[in-house]
């Protein structure tokens, strides 16, 4: 047997798979692509998590699209974060190419134009679904994660939540939060402190400062109502293909805690909301985080062990977290360790730290007899990969080099008209972008400071107007007590020798 044939019968093997399972294309060696040595990630395994890394334009985001349109062929939704804008050509079919048809030709895979069911989504004031949560449901242990909060603090907010609870006050938006903080410390500062113990001003103060840096990111658009309901992420179309839901995030680059606050918000209303799945044979949606540096750059050591939390535990509602930056050592050790599949694109060595990242990356995959890890690396094109994934035992698959097949669907964006057909053709437009501003905290607050204020002035009234009656008696007294003519006047002795005169001129 030849080096190829060999070759390929490792291939077949370690990827050989009983169940449903998506193809990222094929197998090369020696530079050359092996027709036919299809590399397949298993449906199964799907919910293991997973990476695709790589330097600028070396075909990430092709890669992300390749897997999403695939799920959705296999009626799997899907969540795509697009921080860079490129990814809504999904809705329309690829235009096609001839470099497309050679490369399809090489890796021995049909190549059929489609254009697949989108849904566009929006955390700001772009357009598409809005996608909101109540502070209520985010909970206070979440939010002290997010605005990084000391333990004083974190009991501050629960006692805030427990108060609200207690007095049936709907925390809906962040004005309603810093009402209630300010309340506890202002007008409520008696109520507080008999129910719930003594709260710091200066504590109160922090929180609230923290609560402003979140708005100032655009926080406030997040947290209101209508929530967004995290099935309506789950939906499949009249074809049994799967919904690739595109959350558009081009204008908050910069802003990268409020990434993270809907980024983990929505991880915990999933985890909270999706039954268990145990031992399936397809995952329930699959999650992209492109640019995922952003989260761990700027995560809190509090933040960062709430993500690998939800990492390892999410797995079994079905759910698979895929992470797409530059360099795997973007992403945390913890969290590395939890991901199966890894798409790993080729890295640039220009200065001595990236050949450094490039050796502790090669560490991170299996030992292959037909790569030197690092060497290839470096050599690797466009739209090429090394892959590793697992298999149905959950056992890693063989490193293989690989050409990846091209998107079905467009590789550029959708025309402003497209996107707006796109958009006005949504059932979940009509369902959630209808502002709701009922009566929280906030109003039911006011009204009562404003009728403890009413109730504090007529006491003052009150109190006033007995201070001034009190002192009209008192000056009346002190007045008959110092003047000689009216004690004299009023005196017995001279009552009695008026009355005397006057009967002596009477008879």
């Known amino acids: 047997m030849s080096t190829k044939e060999e070759f390929y019968a490792h291939i077949e093997k370690g990827y050989t798979t009983k169940g449903d399972f998506i193809t990222m294309g094929a197998a090369i060696l020696d530079g050359e ?34 897997i999403a349109e695939n799920l959705s062929d296999k009626g799997i939704p899907v969540l795509l974060m697009d921080l860079k804008g490129d990814l809504s050509g999904i809705a329309q079919p690829s ?21 697949f069911p989108v849904e566009i989504l929006s955390l700001s004031e772009q357009d598409g679904v809005k996608l909101r949560a109540t502070v209520s449901e985010f909970g206070p242990i979440l939010l002290s994660r997010i605005l990084d909060l000391s333990e004083v603090q974190e009991g501050i907010v629960a006692v805030i939540f427990k108060y609200c609870d207690d007095n ?17 410390t202002g007008t409520g500062k008696k109520e507080f402190t008999k129910e719930y113990g003594r709260i710091s001003t200066s504590s109160t103060g922090t929180i609230l400062r923290k609560i402003i840096e979140l708005e100032q990111q655009g926080a406030d658009l997040f947290f209101g109502e209508k ?24 204008d908050i680059q910069d802003r990268p805690k409020l990434f993270s606050t809907f980024m983990l918000s929505l991880l915990a209303e999933i985890y909270s ?20 540096h952003l989260i761990f750059k700027e995560a809190s050591d509090a933040l960062l062990d709430q993500i690998e939390s939800i990492v390892k535990l999410i ?13 795997p050592t973007d992403v945390p050790n913890a969290v590395l360790a939890q991901l199966g599949l890894k798409v790993q694109h080729a890295l640039r060595a220009f200065t001595a730290r990236d050949r450094k990242a490039i050796k502790l990356t090669a560490e991170n995959y299996p030992i292959s007899e037909y790569y030197d890890t690092k060497e290839v690396l470096t ?22 080099a690989t050409m990846l097949r091209a998107p079905m669907s467009r590789m550029d964006v959708l025309t402003d008209s497209e996107l707006v057909s796109v958009i006005k053709n949504s059932k979940l437009v009509k369902k959630y972008n209808d502002i709701i501003d009922r009566e929280s905290a906030y109003e039911i607050l006011n009204e009562k400071i404003e009728r403890a204020e009413r109730e504090a002035e007529k006491e003052a009234e009150k109190e006033l107007e007995t201070r001034r009656t009190s002192s009209r008696r008192r000056t009346t007294r002190r007045s008959t007590r110092q003047n000689p003519v009216i004690k004299v006047l009023t005196s017995a002795t001279f009552i ?10 009477i008879r």
């Open 33 to 66: 692509t092996v027709t036919g040595a299809h590399v397949k990630v298993p449906l199964k395994t799907l919910n293991r998590h997973g990476l695709i890394a790589g330097a600028t334009g070396t075909g990430k985001t092709k890669t992300l699209q390749v």
């Open 95 to 115: 235009p096609g190419h001839p470099k497309i048809d050679e490369r399809h030709e090489k890796i021995g895979l049909p190549f059929e134009p489609k254009s």
């Open 168 to 184: 049936k006050l709907p925390l809906l938006d962040l004005k309603d939060f810093k009402k209630v903080l300010q309340y506890a």
């Open 227 to 250: 929530s967004f309901d995290v099935e309506d992420l789950t939906r499949i179309d009249e074809n049994g293909r799967g919904y690739i839901n595109i959350v558009r995030l081009t």
């Open 273 to 292: 909301t999706f039954p268990e799945q145990g031992d399936s044979d397809r995952p329930e949606l699959i999650f992209f985080i492109d640019e995922a």
């Open 315 to 327: 797995r079994s509602k079905g759910i698979g977290l895929y992470f797409v930056t530059q360099n």
């Open 379 to 400: 050599s690797l094109g466009i739209g090429e990969a090394l892959i590793t994934a697992l298999d149905e035992k959950g056992r890693p698959t063989p490193l293989a």
């Open 496 to 505: 009695r020798g008026v009355l005397g005169v006057l009967k002596k001129v």
